[in-house]
């Protein structure tokens, strides 16, 4: 079965740095998008960061200049560089990974890690 695991998280100060990854293993045919979102306490489940198998990335405003994605095609890994740390920055973060099939896509997720970031 395919399965998505993340490396653990952490509690960082305000303005550090943390880098997260995910191995991706399974069946899948095509990674045809790999993502990290997070969703902080009472929010919604926000996509953050997102890189295409092209290797074209975009990223929310939130955090644009601050987090690089990174995804490597032949070991099926994906990593989220966090630098500049915000307490807003908190939440539990998520890897995500798209597999373009006809007639629908499927989606696959990793467990959640949590990031806390202090003041």
């Known amino acids: 079965q395919v399965q998505l695991v993340e490396s653990e998280g952490g509690l960082v100060q305000a303005g550090g740095s943390l880098r997260l990854s995910c191995a991706a293993s399974g069946s899948i045919f095509s990674f045809n998008a790999m993502a990290w979102y997070r969703q902080a306490p009472g929010k919604q489940r926000e996509l953050i960061a997102q890189?295409?198998?092209?290797?074209?990335?975009r990223y929310a405003d939130s955090v644009k200049g601050r987090f690089t994605i990174s995804r490597d095609n032949v070991k099926n890994t994906v990593d989220l560089q966090m630098n500049s740390l915000k307490p807003e920055d908190t939440a539990v973060y998520y890897c995500?990974?798209?597999?373009?099939?006809?007639?629908?896509?499927?989606?696959?997720w990793g467990q959640g890690t949590q990031v806390t970031v202090s003041s």
């Open positions: 890189e295409s198998s092209s290797g074209s990335t």
């Open positions: 995500h990974v798209r597999e373009d099939r006809w007639p629908t896509p499927v989606n696959y």
